[in-house]
């Protein structure tokens, strides 16, 4: 399976997660990161917080643009929403990232590996609680 269609089977995923909640509800942006307005991965809510979250999976260490994760908070910003990195690595379950946890690397673009997330992030139950 190509990284695309791994990515889009995961939104999906998580898609459904939120909904299967009963009290969540989430919207999956088709084609997010293919327009030049910022436009998070999935926009998520329920009747007393909002959040904005863009999806990424993979086997180690995942990078980000400055752009991916500036758009991500100007989104949520402007729309009141909690900006959320989530990332899902092979065999472990979702974890969510505020963008200020993020590593930074060299090249002033962010990082999450397996071990920031499990520092820095929080599990599906307690996003939701």
């Excluded at 995961?10 to 436009?39: C, D, K």
């Excluded at 092979?90 to 920031?116: R, T």
Aim: proline share 4%.
């Amino acid at each position: 399976m190509g990284a695309k269609l791994k990515g889009v089977r995961l939104e999906r995923e998580l898609f459904h997660m939120f909904w299967n909640t009963g009290t969540w509800i989430a919207n999956r942006s088709a084609g997010s990161g293919s327009t030049p307005m910022p436009a998070p991965d999935l926009i998520v809510g329920n009747k007393k917080r909002k959040l904005a979250i863009e999806c990424k999976s993979g086997k180690d260490t995942r990078y980000l643009t400055k752009k991916e994760v500036d758009e991500l908070v100007e989104f949520s910003d402007k729309f009141g929403a909690e900006p959320w990195i989530g990332i899902r690595f092979n065999n472990m379950d979702w974890f969510f990232v505020k963008p200020k946890n993020l590593g930074v690397s060299k090249g002033q673009n962010y990082f999450i590996s397996k071990d920031l997330a499990v520092k820095k992030g929080i599990n599906f139950k307690t996003l939701i609680k």
